[in-house]
């Protein structure tokens, strides 16, 4: 509004939806899919597009570090394409003590995606710029805790429902990554509000929020 000198009041503002696909798996169904990508440990999952505003290379740091401070078995599950896979993203992997416990597994269909996901111990997206963020919902459909960055729409999107991090500090997200791992009642606290949080975020929503703004502005136009 600033930017471009736009009062606020005729701003309204359609959240996106998620896809309601994404819902708890059970504990059979979460134990068939550790086994399949993750050797049966539990794991982080990752969900997106393998770009440089994801910061992925921060994050890999970070699972390095927290493999080192907790040795810990959990592993970090990447989902999506590389489609700029930098070296910077390289370099972060190919330093890596714990390459076997990074698993690339590249684009899945969605029901399989659903599975991964809702099989993860917490998603970790902690990009240094989302629009929206939709796979913090997606995680929250399926019961599945959250780490995300403490900037952009990030915090707008997750409100208490997400643990924060501070995406440029990789120690940051070393310590939420120890903090989600080992804090089984955090977790639960997280799915919880997670719970409420998502229920602001439906495509039913976005419709109606979309035609009241539609229908404010014919009527303005209508009364002139």
């Not at 330093?95 to 597994?105: L, P, Q």
């Not at 659903?114 to 929250?140: H, N, Q, R, T």
Request: proline content about 4%.
């Amino acid at each position: 509004a600033s930017y471009y000198n736009i009062p606020h009041n005729i701003i309204d503002v359609a959240y996106n939806g998620a896809n309601e696909v994404f819902k708890p798996v059970s504990h059979s169904e979460k134990e068939s899919i550790k086994k399949k990508y993750a050797r049966g440990e539990d794991y982080f999952i990752y969900v997106g597009v393998l770009v440089p505003r994801k910061n992925i290379s921060r994050m890999i740091r970070a699972f390095t570090r927290f493999k080192d401070s907790s040795g810990s078995p959990v592993k970090l599950v990447i989902v999506g394409d590389k489609l700029f896979f930098t070296s910077e993203m390289k370099k972060a992997y190919n330093r890596s003590k714990y390459k076997e416990d990074i698993i690339f597994t590249g684009s899945l269909e969605q029901n399989e995606l659903k599975m991964v996901v809702g099989a993860a111990l917490s998603l970790i997206l902690v990009s240094c710029l989302e629009g929206f963020g939709i796979p913090i919902i997606e995680a929250m459909y399926a019961d599945v805790p959250v780490v995300t960055s403490n900037i952009s729409s990030m915090p707008e999107i997750a409100e208490d429902a997400a643990l924060l991090a501070d995406p440029y500090s990789i120690d940051s997200i070393k310590e939420a990554m120890l903090r989600i791992s080992s804090d089984e009642k955090l977790r639960k606290d997280l799915i919880i509000k997670g719970r409420s949080q998502r229920l602001k975020y439906s495509w039913d929503n976005s419709a109606k929020a979309i035609w009241s703004s539609i229908e404010k502005v014919a009527g303005s136009i209508k009364g002139k």
